[in-house]
């Protein structure tokens, strides 16, 4: 069993940043993986981030590579999600997510290959 907390969510302007934490307990921190992805209004979820479970390999789409960042801190089992240069797409709300099964990387954009999810954090980002 894994908990995850998502916080640092908030109203922001074009061009600003925010970092997102996501706070892990139960099972050992680094024995799973862990994804941001975000969901905005009508639309389906989609990843913006993901780190391995020793945080040595990160992969983010083209749409926020270079402006989002994720690591991991193991003495906090906690997660974030550094968002600069912040854009009205980005609005949505973001959910950190944990894949404890071992899912191979080229699957890890999916949804549906992670078992346990947060409850989300709105960032809303205005012109």
């Known amino acids: 069993q894994v908990q995850l907390v998502e916080s640092g969510g908030g109203l922001v302007q074009a061009g600003g940043s925010l970092r997102l934490s996501c706070a892990a307990s139960g099972r050992t921190f680094s024995t799973y993986s862990i994804g941001w992805f975000r969901q905005a209004p009508g639309k389906e979820r989609e990843v913006v981030a993901r780190?391995?479970?020793?945080?040595?390999?990160?992969s983010y789409p083209d749409s926020v590579k270079g402006r989002f960042t994720i690591s991991r801190d193991g003495a906090k089992n906690t997660v974030y999600l550094q968002m600069n240069n912040l854009k009205t797409e980005d609005t949505a709300v973001y959910y950190c997510a944990a894949d404890t099964i071992g899912s191979p990387p080229t699957k890890l954009h999916n949804p549906l290959e992670y078992d346990y999810w947060g409850q989300g954090t709105q960032v809303t980002v205005s012109s």
């Open positions: 780190i391995s479970r020793s945080g040595g390999v990160t």
